[in-house]
């Protein structure tokens, strides 16, 4: 059975607990989230994510990545900040070269100070903090965002995000004048209107939900990583 369907027959199923949240008005949220990072789909799958849900961060973190990514003139500049680059569309520009997914899952839990963990844990595929939630009975949401091997020194690297290397305050040389998302990389005209990049955010469920107040029931479940997936 899916975890995902084990929840919310948890949250149906279990009558105290439903009428502790309904006897204690617990109506304030808030919002917990995690970010994990796989190789491709079949890793993400492999670690318990519904398939679904990785088919759609992958295919997001592409198009993210398509309309994104630092854009070069020469393969030489861009190997000088990537282990690994590629020709763009029509190859009249180079790219680093997509390594893999941030996925970052989202949930509606009460915020009654049950929760012993913080509200953001960041980990590798098989990382993550553990700790136990009231989970809101609504679908969780997700972003993604590719994953590069950024060169760190003369021999190393490090996977980084776009988000990260925006943080960083990375800055490259090289770079296609006429991309505008590349300014933020360059620090010339445009790159204050580009100084930010988000991941791109998709859902698994289009039913809404709002931070702030939820009359919905709780299911109490252990976090093992943060969260559970669906498979």
Request: charged residues 20%; neutral net charge.
């Amino acid at each position: 059975m899916k975890r995902s369907t084990s929840i919310r027959l948890i949250a149906l199923g279990s009558l105290p607990l439903a009428l502790a949240a309904c006897d204690s008005d617990r109506s304030a949220t808030r919002v917990v989230s995690e970010v994990k990072r796989y190789q491709d789909v079949d890793s993400c799958a492999l670690a318990g994510v519904s398939r679904s849900v990785c088919d759609n961060a992958w295919n997001v973190a592409r198009q993210h990545h398509d309309a994104n990514a630092p854009r070069f003139t020469r393969l030489e500049d861009c190997l000088a900040s990537f282990e690994q680059c590629e020709p763009g569309q029509g190859a009249s520009f180079h790219m680093p070269r997509m390594q893999g997914f941030a996925l970052t899952t989202e949930r509606q839990v009460y915020d009654d100070g049950l929760s012993q963990t913080s509200s953001t844990t960041s980990s590798a595929v098989y990382g993550g903090g553990g700790g136990r939630y009231d989970y809101v009975n609504v679908e969780p949401r997700y972003l993604s965002e590719a994953i590069y091997h950024e060169r760190e020194g003369r021999e190393g690297f490090r996977a980084s995000s776009l988000t990260d290397q925006v943080n960083s305050g990375n800055q490259y040389a090289g770079l296609v004048e006429d991309h505008a998302p590349s300014s933020r990389f360059n620090g010339g005209a445009g790159a204050d209107a580009h100084a930010s990049v988000l991941p791109a955010r998709f859902m698994a469920s289009a039913r809404p939900w709002t931070v702030g107040s939820h009359p919905g029931f709780a299911a109490h479940v252990p976090g093992r990583g943060g969260f559970g997936f669906g498979s």
